[in-house]
């Protein structure tokens, strides 16, 4: 299913840190997201087993302490987040699926790239989807590895993907 952008959209949505008062908003973008977009490429077992990490308490308390955590916000609402840890991990990456293909992505990984810059990074790396590998190929990240993982009993395949930061001197 193709969707018009709208080039107007990511004018009214801004970038911010993440508020105490997001996080439902943002478990709820993640189970969506995992369900709606991510099938497209993952069984609905393995749908099944992501998505529950969404009812994790421990895990989406911590991603505030361990990282940076960066919403995107347009008319009141959460519409996309990421975060990026001290060595440039980037744990989580989701945008709400019925935001898909208006620039929110994009912003998103400005925003993270300006936020590494600042803390002089040499790289950002994460673990990627299937379905999120051509996005983070558009942003210069290059494939390290393809892996499988076991969750729940679950496998899934994953790409270990980087990309090499470098600043004007």
């Known amino acids: 299913m193709s969707q018009t952008v709208n080039p ?7 970038v911010r840190p993440m508020q105490t008062g997001d996080m439902g908003e943002m478990r709820s973008l993640f189970y969506q997201t995992v369900h709606q977009i991510n099938s497209r490429d993952y069984t ?3 749908i099944q087993v992501w998505a529950s990490s969404a009812n994790d308490e421990a895990r989406w308390q911590a991603l505030p302490k361990k990282s940076q955590v960066l919403v995107a916000e347009h008319s009141g609402k959460v ?3 990421t975060n990026l840890e001290a060595d440039g ?3 989580m990456f989701f945008v709400h ?3 898909q293909g208006e620039g929110i992505g994009k912003r998103l990984m400005q925003a993270l790239e300006s936020l590494a810059q600042a803390q002089q990074l040499d790289r950002l ?3 990627v989807s299937i379905t999120a590998k051509p996005f983070f190929l558009r942003y ?3 494939i390290v590895t393809e892996e499988q993982v076991e969750r729940q009993g679950i496998w899934f395949t ?3 993907m980087e990309k090499t930061l470098t600043y004007p001197t």
């Open 8 to 14: 107007n959209h990511t004018s009214t949505v801004a």
């Open 44 to 46: 609905p077992e393995q």
């Open 79 to 81: 519409v996309g987040f």
């Open 89 to 91: 991990h980037i744990d």
């Open 97 to 99: 699926p019925e935001h």
């Open 125 to 127: 790396y994460s673990e």
């Open 140 to 142: 210069d990240f290059c």
């Open 158 to 160: 994953r790409f270990i």
